[in-house]
């Protein structure tokens, strides 16, 4: 890779393990794992000299004036005592301790926030004291401007885009990125916050190597899959290829284009380079879930709960397991425990919808739906379960917003076009169905619902010739299993049987009729109508 190119991988493993270091003095474990596992697979001929590494060490003189106040202020942080942190670190001058101050001011926010909800559906912020709080450090840090370095700009931005002021938050991520390339969270941030891909584009970004791992992670949020795993595989052909991080992102593009064996896969392969990880396993569980394997899912659970029962990714896992068998309310339970040790896990909320579509209450379904599209307004999933529920109530037209959105953000869904021809057809704009079905058609209609229906609408607009091309067409796939069989199999045996029969094509028209026989549904009318067309072939 061109970007690449212009570095060596040694500066880039001691790039990594410096901001890493930067990183634990801040308490920001997550950007800390992260850039420590890419460094720990990079192979370089030459390896970091104790010289080299002890540059790592501090070296600001005045973190080193007031290190004994910082590593109390830090051991608060670290026992989850915020409040206390950031009363003993109010008055330190340095780097690390200014934003230690302000970063536990706003974990404390966020840990009342949690410790108030009674519920999983009681996070109600902008009526609770936690959103006067976070205006209020809104404006220190706006008041302290001047004096912000890069972790204290990304926080900034956190805060803005928890106040919902995403352009302001935007402005901060990138001045954090451009004064600290290599600050990971900073670009985690950002990317969740590119809406679509004009965002994406208008993004002031500095050139640098990690702006690929950024496009890469942006790409697959906004579900450009194809894009984010040609450039992961890219990634990885430097340097990167036994990274977790990396073999994950790749795992979930994959799930994310319906390549469920080929993602199952990588997925078992991380299992076995680090059998104590649990992010992403939630995401695994979903392909053993659509799988139907049960007995993998269920050793899954197992060893999430053995690996640690308290996270949310092991509560999800737990809760898919119990979904595929069956057991709703015990699904409802351990997804909304994830939801309690996570109130911003959007995957969460989603499924918790479809359990509570499941167990026909609709109210909670919405709701659970709409907690994951504000939470993640990329999450097409939540947006077609809206479109679901609203269908069952018979809300056509709010199904037909809803199926919208989740089209937009999959265009090339095949099953989105369906949804959207369904409710279309329902109220009566057929041509508008007839569009959404043909698009469907040509993007490959994989279980051949578009193409039977299409074929159908075809049929009752007078569209004989086309109808007849789309009925051969879904009888033809079916007969090299690439759909699975069903009634309207039936159905467009005795139509194209007719349909040849008038034509006087006797040997097709016999075809068909025999196929219809082989259908309980339409068996006696097929045998009727063969012995028409014997008879009209007889006579001929």
């Known amino acids: 890779m061109a970007v690449f190119s212009s570095v060596t991988m040694y500066n880039v493993k001691l790039e990594l393990l410096d901001i890493a270091h930067q990183c634990s003095l801040r308490g920001l474990t997550h950007s800390m794992k992260w850039s420590s596992e890419l460094a720990s697979v990079l192979t370089t001929t030459d390896q970091p000299t104790i010289t080299a590494l002890s540059s790592l060490c501090v070296t600001d003189t005045t973190l080193l004036m007031e290190f004994d106040k910082y590593l109390l202020g830090k051991s608060f942080f670290d026992s989850k005592e915020y409040a206390r942190a950031a009363s003993y670190l109010k008055d330190c001058k340095s780097n690390a301790s200014i934003f ?15 410790y108030q909800m009674v519920g999983v559906f009681d996070n109600k912020v902008k009526e609770s004291k936690a959103w006067q709080q976070l205006i209020d450090l809104r404006q220190d840090l706006k008041k302290n401007e001047d004096q912000l370095d890069s972790f204290c700009f990304y926080l900034y931005g956190i805060v803005l885009k928890n106040l919902e002021l995403d352009k302001e938050a935007i402005e901060n991520l990138e001045c954090s990125i451009q004064m600290q390339p290599l600050f990971w969270s900073a670009w985690e941030e950002l990317a969740g916050l590119c809406k679509d891909r004009q965002i994406l584009k208008d993004l002031k970004l500095p050139k640098h190597w990690m702006g690929e791992f950024f496009h890469a992670y942006a790409e697959l949020e906004l579900h450009l899959n194809e894009e984010a795993l040609a450039r992961y595989r890219d990634i990885s052909s430097v340097g990167f290829g036994n990274s977790i991080y990396v073999k994950s992102q790749l795992a979930t593009a994959l799930y994310n284009i319906r390549a469920f064996d080929a993602s199952a896969e990588q997925f078992k392969d991380l299992r076995q380079m680090d059998p104590f990880m649990l992010e992403n396993i939630d995401t695994y569980s979903n392909i053993l879930y659509i799988q139907d394997d049960r007995p993998e899912l269920s050793y ?8 640690d029962k308290y996270r949310y990714e092991s509560c999800t896992v737990i809760g898919n397991y119990y979904s595929l068998r069956g057991d709703r309310e015990k ?34 379904a919405i709701e659970s ?23 069952i109530l018979k809300m056509l037209y709010y199904a037909l917003y809803y199926y919208r959105e989740a089209q937009k953000l999959r265009p090339n869904d095949a099953r989105m076009l369906i949804a959207l021809g369904d409710t279309y057809q329902n109220i009566e704009k057929i041509d508008e169905a007839k569009k959404c079905y043909s698009r469907a058609v040509r993007l490959g209609d994989s279980v051949g619902q578009a193409t039977i229906k299409l074929a159908r609408l075809q049929e009752n607009s007078g569209e004989i010739e086309e109808a007849a091309k789309l009925y051969t067409l879904h009888l033809d796939r079916v007969h090299q299993g690439l759909y699975d069989f069903s009634d309207d199999q039936g159905k467009a045996c005795l139509f194209l049987a007719r349909h040849h029969l008038k034509h006087e094509r006797f040997d097709e028209a016999e075809l068909y009729a025999r196929r219809g026989a082989e259908y309980n549904e339409t068996r006696e009318e097929a045998k009727t109508l063969h012995s028409e067309i014997t008879n009209a072939s007889k006579s001929v």
């Open 300 to 307: 899954l659970a197992h060893h999430a709960c053995e690996v």
């Open 331 to 364: 699904a409802v339970l351990y997804f909304k425990q994830a939801l309690r040790l996570n109130p911003d896990y959007n995957v969460a909320w989603t499924l918790l919808g479809h359990e509570h579509l499941e167990l026909k209450n609709t109210s909670a």
């Open 369 to 391: 739906y709409r907690r994951a599209t504000e939470l993640n307004s990329r999450d097409f999933r939540a947006w077609y379960g809206l479109g679901q529920t609203y269908e």
């Open 100 to 114: 230690l101050y302000y970063y536990s001011r706003y974990m404390e926010i966020k840990k009342k926030q949690r």
